[in-house]
């Protein structure tokens, strides 16, 4: 496992920011052993951006607490190129620190120098166009607001590897439209790794480079599509439609199947 | 395929800005006049109200050894006041009562905590605590009279049993409180173990903690209170307890009624002065006190 999170951008001997091989998960439920996901392996590139779609129960969540470190497979490995920073549908920002605080308190936690964090803070809300909002309250900021200083604060780690649990999905569609041309913007900007987790297809297609189908229960790889369409897209473009109703297809598919048994 | 003529990136700013501007609504303090109308006023209608109906009743009963007038407890306070006795009285008791709730913070604190964080301690003595705090902390004065005796320690022993469960069960209602995903959250930062506790648990809890302190408060004074009327001795200077007890000793009525009315007023008081804002800020700066 690449432990460190100092190594340079350019270094050849990490391959990957992400690398999942035979990972298993199953849980103890008074049933039995129920397994939730199910030889997943998968590789995330440096710089890439990866969206795992999948319906209810394919353990997207699980896969992404994996990912996380915040649980551990039950077998197979997962190897990442340091701590990921992980973002939430909810914004999860800590309500007793204003927005800038709350950026602050993830660069003290990586050890940046005290005289260093406030500078810091203002590029990041700056990168996120919350210029000014530093002295904001959590509960004085809007749910697109939040969820771009939730972003502000999950850059502010300096992962290599972003992840994200359907961070836009309780969010208007507006909005959410927005922040999808940010996400992509800032992705740009920072070269960062994605792994987004969604179920909205569109919002796959929309975003990634590569889109991952995980069936359900238990969570397999059922498909890939590598999505070849230029950035700036819109959702609303005719490629981004067509890929999705292909896709649409296929997970309906796997749907389906659970209900003829 | 590109369908527009902006670029997306570049349109997404301007509609951000829009949106944030659309979604946000501008907070403002109430006026002077809101909180004098809304606050101030009904409780001194509600004082003026109280004081009409005792000064009426007081031809009624007709016996100053049973209902003084108003008159006669103002004299009552006016007395103690020339003779510089009134600041005595309360700072003796506001001082051992405010000693021993810092006592009862320092020991309280770091109870709950463990309680809370460690499931042993938790099954151990969890149920015992929650217990404790409903027995009346005058049921500890006779025990810490023959422990220690008749002296300070006693009084902060009694403070400490009553406020302690209090406090430490306030923090461990709130520690439970906080949402499992601060803890997630704080953990993909990378505060775990002691940073976690110091830079999510203790903040996200806050509220419940306050409201522990607040009732720790309002048991510190009232076994400070039992404590005084039933051991006191003059060596220990005159609190308000102890003025309690000797009014109804020397059968002084208009005393009896100051000094009920000074214990009532000090921890009111301090109530307003010390935990009131603290707890209105916590809520306040999380978003959690809606205004009416």
């Known amino acids: 496992m690449a432990t460190t999170t100092t190594l340079a951008k350019a270094d050849e001997s990490v391959e990957y920011a992400a690398r999942l091989e035979h990972v298993s998960k199953s849980f103890a439920t008074p049933g039995g052993q129920q397994l939730v996901l199910d030889d997943i392996t998968l590789d995330v590139a440096p710089g890439e951006f990866v969206t795992l779609l999948g319906a209810s129960g394919c353990g997207k969540s699980t896969l992404l607490n994996l990912v996380a470190g915040l649980d551990r497979p039950t077998t197979g490995s997962i190897a990442t190129d340091g701590r990921p920073a992980l973002m939430f549908q909810e914004h999860a920002l800590f309500p007793w620190l204003t927005a800038g605080k709350n950026i602050e308190l993830a660069l003290k936690l990586r050890g940046v120098a005290k005289n260093d964090r406030r500078d810091k803070a203002e590029q990041l809300l700056e990168l996120v166009r919350l210029k000014g909002a530093y002295d904001k309250r959590v509960h004085e900021l809007s749910g697109g607001m939040r969820q771009r ?5 999950a850059l502010a780690q300096e992962s290599r590897l972003l992840l994200m649990d359907e961070p836009f999905s309780a969010l208007d569609a507006i909005t959410r439209d927005v922040l999808h041309d940010e996400l992509t913007r800032i992705w740009q900007e920072t070269g960062v790794s994605v792994l987004f987790v969604t179920h909205n297809v569109r919002e796959a297609v929309r975003l990634a480079q590569r889109v991952i189908l995980l069936s359900s229960r238990p969570g397999r790889i059922a498909r890939e599509w590598e999505v070849g369409i230029p950035q700036p897209r819109r959702i609303e473009d005719a490629p981004v439609a067509e890929l999705s109703l292909e896709i649409t297809d296929v997970l309906r598919g796997e749907i389906r199947r659970h209900g003829q048994h | 395929m590109a369908s ?6 570049k349109d997404a700013g301007s509609v951000e800005a829009g949106l944030d501007a659309l979604e946000t609504t501008a907070t403002s303090r109430p006026t002077f006049r809101q909180t004098f109308t809304s606050k101030i006023l009904p409780p001194i209608i509600a004082l003026a109200v109280v004081l009409v109906a005792w000064t009426l009743l007081v031809p009624v009963v007709d016996d100053p050894s049973k209902l003084p007038s108003p008159t006669a407890v103002g004299d009552a306070f006016k007395d103690a006041w020339l003779k510089g006795d009134l600041l005595g009285y309360i700072w003796t008791s506001v001082s051992r009562g405010l000693l021993g709730f810092l006592f009862a913070l320092a020991i309280g604190t770091p109870l709950g905590l463990l309680v809370a964080r460690v499931k042993f301690v938790r099954a151990a003595i969890g149920p015992i605590l929650s217990g404790l705090q409903s027995l009346p902390s005058v049921a500890w004065v006779p025990p810490a009279v023959i422990w220690l005796g008749l002296n300070n320690s006693m009084m902060y022993a009694v403070i400490l049993l009553g406020a302690v469960p209090s406090i430490a069960n306030g923090l461990v209602s709130g520690v439970d409180q906080v949402p499992p995903l601060f803890l997630r959250a704080g953990r993909t930062m990378g505060a775990t173990g002691v ?8 903040p996200a809890a806050m ?11 309002a048991f510190s004074w009232r076994s400070l209170m039992a404590a005084e009327i039933i051991a006191s001795f003059p060596d220990l ?11 109804r000793t020397a059968s002084d009525m208009a005393m009896v009624f100051e000094a009920i009315i000074l214990i009532l007023f000090v921890g009111i008081a301090i109530d307003l002065l010390i935990f009131s804002p603290l707890e209105r800020w916590v809520l306040r700066s999380r978003g959690l006190l809606v205004k009416s």
Do not use: D, M
């Open chain 2, 4 to 9: 527009t003529e902006t670029t997306p990136a």
């Open chain 2, 237 to 247: 200077g005159v609190g308000l307890g102890q003025l309690l007890e000797n009014a």
């Open chain 1, 149 to 153: 200083a939730a972003l502000a604060r």
């Open chain 2, 207 to 217: 509220p419940g903690y306050v409201a522990g302190l607040k009732q720790g408060w």
């Open chain 2, 195 to 202: 940073k976690g506790i110091w830079h999510v648990v203790l």
